[in-house]
């Protein structure tokens, strides 16, 4: 696979893509990876680019703006 861009993937790369990505989900210590996975639902339901779910984490996260309270490193 050459592209990971919604135009270009299936939802079935999609999800192969991401769970590849951030690994294995249902291993988690304290449900910080299941976090991940929610995450990216958008791209995998082929509504929002990665890059651009991406960007905008990081622009929260930089920027400080409002976002769900977190317990450890999952959300309540």
């Known amino acids: 696979m050459n592209s990971i861009l919604i135009k ?19 291993g988690s210590c304290d449900g910080c990876m299941a976090g991940l996975a929610e995450m990216y639902q958008e791209y995998i339901d082929g509504k929002k680019e990665i890059r651009d779910i991406n960007m905008e984490f990081k622009a ?16 309540m």
């Open 8 to 26: 270009d993937t299936t939802r079935e790369e999609r999800e192969q893509i991401v769970a590849e990505s951030i690994g294995n989900i249902n």
């Open 60 to 75: 929260r996260y930089e920027s400080g703006i409002e976002a769900p309270e977190r317990n450890g490193c999952g959300y």
